[in-house]
Every structure is written in C-alpha cells, then in structure tokens.
C-alpha cells in the first residue's frame, strides 16, 4: 500500500493549491451505485455496442426496441442513489474548490448529489427529446405512459444493463410494442442523450471548453476516456499546461499523459481527495466554526480566503 498511499499524497499535494478544478466523470463513478460500467479494467467492450443514432432513426422496430429495454432498464437507472464519491464531488463544489463538473453519464447522480456546476456532455436520461418540435419532456410522465400503453414489461428482468439504461432482455418480441408519439406534434421521441455516433451540440461542448480555460486543474474521474468527447478535454488541459490527474480502476487513454494516476474505486478515492482538501476533518471543523453546526459558515469562510475571481455559471444542463 506504500505506493498507493504516496500517490494518493501526490494527487492531494497537487490539487490543493487549485480553487476551480475541472471535473470529468465517467461510468466509474456510478458503479458503486449498481449501474455498470461501459468498459473492463484493459478498456475493452463489455457489452454488445449501444445502439448508434443512426440505427434509431432508421427504423420504428429500431425504436421499439429501444423503448421495449429503456421501459425495464430505466427503473433501474431511476432508482439508483448517488454515492460516496458523487457526494465528495458536490462536498468539492460547495467548498469553491470546483470549476465545473463534466460528465460523460447520463444518470443524472451529480445533479441528485446536490451538484449545480453540472455539464451533461450526453445528456441525460431522465429527459426525453422530440425529433420533430424539439420539446423536452419529463422521463417520468413518459415512462408511465409506456408502461401504461406495454402492460407486463415493466415486471420483466433484465439479463444485464448498461450505462445508457438499455436491458437487455431475453426471448421479447417487440412487434407488439407500442411507442407513443409526442403530444404535442406526433414526432419521434428519443431519450435527451447523445447516442454513439451522434455529435454532443456545440455550444454544451464550448461551454465545457470555456471552463476548462478558466481551470487550474483537471481531475477524471471514472472514465477511461475511450470515448473521444470525454478525452478531448484530458487533452485539451495537458494543452493549457493544467495539471492532469486520474482516478480509474482501469487503464485510460490518457495515462501516458498524466501527473497522477490512482488505479481505485472513486468512491474510495474521491471522499478521501475532498476530505483533505477541504480539510473536513471534524475537529477542525468544530474549532472553525463554534456554535454553528450546520457548516455554511465554514465554507463561506474557506472561500473567503479564496482569491476574488468572477464565477460565470456554468451550471445545469440545458431545460
Ligand atoms: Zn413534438
């Protein structure tokens, strides 16, 4: 554990002097929340490749299909709560410590952690998009109304899920499958996340880019930036001369590139990272701040201390 332990000091010692790290994440941060990676330990395929964009668009048995696994696998994607090391990254941001959190899932467990400076380079699942009036709905409503239209799906079990919340599901026929429309126009509805072969809009990319130049630092997390749209990024801070840190089971593209990089679960990691940084020790904490327990003071105070800069929000997903 000796080396793991001075490399966990390395990354601790080259963050804490930055105030507006630039966060990327991956599937690795929601596996501890029981939604599965993309990816094994070498980056290679674990499951049968999601469907592209183009296959969706190409076909009504395509989109049933889609829908028929989305209907079984978004309970699960639904269900699922935030963990320990979502929670370090919201704890990162309301100490002033985070620029701006990018990431690559479309689970929405930042946003459900208490993260605000959000990116969803892909979207997110919990939206469904109409191809025809481009009006975003709630996946709630939408889900009710499959289920309501497919009685019996809903209780089937999935054989395994994937990230982007596709069951995959034995011996279903999906003929009989009904999708419906959007209400308001009768256009195609897909989920509000960029499928493999579809390009992120530009102006959510340049708004990533824009807080990365403002970075002073770059932490992924969970990822190993197989995909380009997520690299982009690993590459574009080494560019900037920002600092490059990885924290991933597995291997990543960009290791060659990296100042540090720790081979461990991000909800090991990432509470550990935080916790030194913003020095939550609770000891030190309680001398801060006497008679106030609910730690607003504390921050407020670290952030102070903080040099004064302008925060342009870059918060939110788009909706
Ligand atoms: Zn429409």
Same mark, same amino acid.
């Given at each position: 554990?000796?080396?793991?332990?001075?490399?966990?000091?390395?990354?601790?010692?080259?963050?804490?002097?930055?105030?507006?790290?630039?966060?990327?994440?991956?599937?690795?941060?929601?596996?501890?929340?029981?939604?599965?990676?993309?990816?094994?330990?070498?980056?290679?395929?674990?499951?049968?490749?999601?469907?592209?964009?183009?296959?969706?668009?190409?076909?009504?048995?395509?989109?049933?299909?889609?829908?028929?696994?989305?209907?079984?696998?978004?309970? =699960?994607?639904?269900?699922?709560?935030?963990?320990? +090391?979502?929670? *370090? %990254?919201? $704890?990162?941001? &309301?100490?002033?410590?985070? /620029?701006?959190?990018?990431?690559?899932?479309?689970?929405?467990?930042?946003?459900?952690?208490?993260?605000?400076?959000?990116?969803?380079?892909?979207?997110?699942?919990?939206?469904?998009?109409?191809?025809?009036?481009?009006?975003?709905?709630?996946?709630?409503?939408?889900?009710?109304?499959?289920?309501?239209?497919?009685?019996?799906?809903?209780?089937?079990?999935?054989?395994?899920?994937?990230?982007?919340?596709?069951?995959?599901?034995?011996?279903?026929?999906?003929?009989?499958?009904?999708?419906?429309?959007?209400?308001?126009?009768?256009?195609?509805?897909?989920?509000?996340?960029?499928?493999?072969?579809? =390009?992120?809009?530009?102006?959510?990319?340049?708004? +990533?880019?824009? *807080? %990365?130049? $403002?970075?002073? &630092?770059?932490?992924?997390? /969970?990822?190993?930036?197989?995909?380009?749209?997520?690299?982009?990024?690993?590459?574009?801070?080494?560019?900037?001369?920002?600092?490059?840190?990885?924290?991933?089971?597995?291997?990543?593209?960009?290791?060659?590139?990296?100042?540090?990089?720790?081979?461990?679960?991000?909800?090991?990691?990432?509470?550990?990272?935080?916790?030194?940084?913003?020095?939550?020790?609770?000891?030190?904490?309680?001398?801060?701040?006497?008679?106030?327990?609910?730690?607003?003071?504390?921050?407020?105070?670290?952030?102070?201390?903080?040099?004064?800069?302008?925060?342009?929000?870059?918060?939110?997903?788009?909706?």
């Amino acid at each position: 554990m000796a080396a793991a332990a001075s490399a966990f000091d390395d990354l601790v010692a080259r963050l804490r002097p930055c105030r507006r790290i630039f966060v990327l994440t991956g599937a690795g941060v929601s596996t501890e929340s029981g939604i599965p990676d993309y990816r094994d330990a070498d980056g290679e395929w674990k499951h049968p490749r999601p469907m592209t964009y183009r296959q969706l668009l190409a076909s009504a048995a395509a989109r049933r299909r889609y829908w028929a696994r989305s209907l079984v696998g978004w309970r =699960r994607i639904a269900a699922a709560e935030p963990n320990a +090391a979502h929670h *370090a %990254l919201a $704890r990162l941001e &309301a100490a002033g410590r985070l /620029g701006c959190l990018v990431t690559q899932n479309v689970d929405g467990l930042h946003a459900k952690a208490g993260s605000r400076r959000v990116i969803d380079l892909h979207g997110r699942l919990d939206r469904v998009e109409c191809l025809g009036c481009r009006t975003r709905f709630r996946r709630h409503a939408f889900q009710l109304e499959l289920e309501r239209l497919n009685p019996g799906w809903a209780e089937r079990a999935a054989a395994t899920l994937t990230p982007d919340g596709d069951a995959e599901l034995h011996n279903a026929d999906y003929d009989a499958f009904r999708v419906p429309p959007c209400p308001r126009c009768g256009g195609v509805l897909k989920p509000w996340v960029v499928f493999f072969g579809e =390009r992120v809009p530009p102006p959510r990319v340049e708004r +990533a880019f824009a *807080a %990365l130049r $403002r970075a002073d &630092a770059v932490l992924v997390a /969970g990822s190993s930036l197989m995909v380009f749209s997520g690299y982009r990024f690993a590459r574009a801070g080494r560019q900037l001369g920002l600092p490059l840190c990885l924290v991933n089971l597995g291997r990543t593209r960009a290791d060659a590139d990296a100042d540090v990089k720790i081979a461990a679960p991000c909800g090991e990691v990432l509470p550990r990272l935080v916790a030194a940084l913003v020095a939550e020790d609770p000891r030190s904490a309680s001398r801060s701040r006497p008679g106030n327990g609910d730690g607003r003071a504390h921050r407020r105070r670290r952030a102070d201390d903080a040099p004064p800069r302008r925060r342009p929000r870059v918060a939110g997903a788009r909706g």
